[in-house]
């Protein structure tokens, strides 16, 4: 499966943004499909992820604050960010796996998020 991330881009604290991404090339209902991000000097860490029967998870520090959604039709899952904070500020990347599987094998590329103060 291929994966094409966009909707990234410079946002005041407090504010909104919306990442979407679109998958193409395989059975988008075979993959659980996620949200990761890294900033600089740090680690890549999940932010959330979302099954294709839409159960979800959330690292405990965007909890109330993001929304992971998928549109099995549009092979297309989004992130919603409210709230955000200069905490927020990495690179965003869309990732899949097949479900069972221990990894995200898929990846798209990353799109910035911004977040100043």
């Known amino acids: 499966v291929q994966l094409q991330a966009s909707g990234g881009g410079l946002v005041q604290a407090g504010g909104s943004l919306r990442l979407s991404c679109v998958a193409s090339?395989?059975?988008?209902?075979?993959?659980?499909m996620g949200w990761y991000r890294q900033a600089p000097g740090k680690q890549r860490e999940l932010v959330a992820a979302i099954r294709s029967d839409g159960e979800t998870n959330y690292v405990d520090s965007v909890k109330g604050r993001f929304t992971i959604s998928r549109d099995n039709a549009k092979n297309s899952e989004y992130l919603h960010m409210s709230s955000l904070k200069p905490e927020d500020t990495a690179a965003y990347y869309c990732a899949a796996k097949l479900r069972g599987a221990l990894d995200y094998y898929y990846w798209g590329q990353g799109t910035q998020v911004t977040v100043s103060s």
């Open positions: 090339g395989s059975t988008f209902t075979k993959y659980v």
